[in-house]
């Protein structure tokens, strides 16, 4: 039998706290034992597919195959599904909604390299940054909140109606662009669609940390070269960064990325040693993840019977 798992059923078995230990103990664990695939291609309608695969880690007898398509006018712009396979014999445990999977685990990956590599949480005036106040901000936020204490919050979106409603939900203030965010702000996450860097070495000061996200496939740039080439830059695959991520949209190599997030959770990597320095954390999203997440809500899925279950074979 497979089981169905619909937004509102993950929503009901997804809580940040044992989500973000799933994914803090997959990056502190050894290399998967199977390279994670993404493959990705234009369609010839007004969006991209993309297919995430395997989602393997050690100690879990099952793997994730991701299809997803990526339409930016939609709403979601993201829609498809995660397939839960057996690791013993294949069997199809679980359909499962991507848009939401895909939502928490960036969200809360992101928040967690925020918390590591923004430094200790101990300024009572520190100010939270946003640019791009969607669903992957909202994730994001729910991660810092669990991480570490709230702080003020400023906010910047292209549509001024979402970042108002934003801006509203977490007790935030308005600014009208990237640039101003990045002046106000000690910690800056960026989750949006650009295609032209939002802030450049010259819009950042000593000592803050940015976290961009949205340079998740060729074409898209939120941070110029100059930005990237003067921080401590973290991300969670050097190549995979360099092909399709912010190494890729800024024309850098591998190297330019001094670690990756595993690295700096097993102590491989110091990460951010100077109070003056900036970081950033550029993800693009791993096969794994997905697992993470979808193991979780799998196993609560289960425990609570929740989500419909249909044969497939019969």
């Known amino acids: 039998m497979t089981r169905l798992l619909t937004r509102s059923d ?33 369609l010839p309608f007004p969006g ?50 991507s848009a939401t999977v895909t939502a928490w685990r960036t969200g809360l990956a992101a928040a967690l390299g925020t918390h590591v590599l923004a430094g200790p ?33 400023v906010v910047h979106d292209s549509d001024p109606d979402r970042a108002g409603a934003f801006a509203s939900r977490h007790g935030g203030r308005l600014l009208s662009s990237a640039a101003e965010v990045a002046s106000a702000a000690d910690i800056v996450v960026l989750a949006t669609w650009s295609r032209s860097p939002l802030l450049r070495l010259a819009d950042t000061r000593p000592g803050q940390h940015i976290t961009s996200l949205g340079a998740d496939e060729p074409g898209k740039q939120e941070l110029s070269a100059d930005l990237l080439e003067s921080a401590l830059l973290v991300v969670d695959d050097r190549d995979l960064a360099a092909a399709t991520g912010a190494l890729a949209a800024a024309g850098l190599a591998p190297s330019a990325a001094e670690a990756t997030l ?13 109070a003056t320095a900036r970081s950033v954390y550029a993800p693009v999203g791993l096969p794994w993840q997905d697992l993470a997440l979808a193991w979780i809500a799998y196993q609560q899925a289960e425990h609570h019977d929740i989500g419909q279950k249909i044969d497939l074979l019969s």
Request: charged share 20%.
């Open 10 to 42: 993950l929503q009901s078995v997804l809580e940040p706290v044992a989500c973000i230990a799933a994914l803090r103990d997959g990056f502190r664990a050894a290399a998967s034992p199977v390279a994670g695939q993404r493959v990705r291609t234009d």
């Open 48 to 97: 991209t597919a993309t297919a995430l695969i395997p989602g393997v880690l050690p100690g879990i007898d099952a793997y994730t195959v991701k299809v997803n398509a990526k339409f930016p006018g939609a709403r979601p712009a993201l829609r498809g599904v995660i397939c839960l396979h057996s690791g013993h014999d294949g069997e199809l445990l679980a359909l499962i909604d």
């Open 121 to 153: 949480d101990s300024t009572e005036d520190a100010v939270l940054g946003v640019v791009g106040a969607g669903a992957q901000a909202e994730l994001v936020m729910l991660g810092l909140t669990t991480l570490r204490r709230r702080h003020e919050v």
């Open 262 to 274: 595993g690295e700096v959770l097993t102590g491989a990597h110091p990460g951010r040693t100077s």
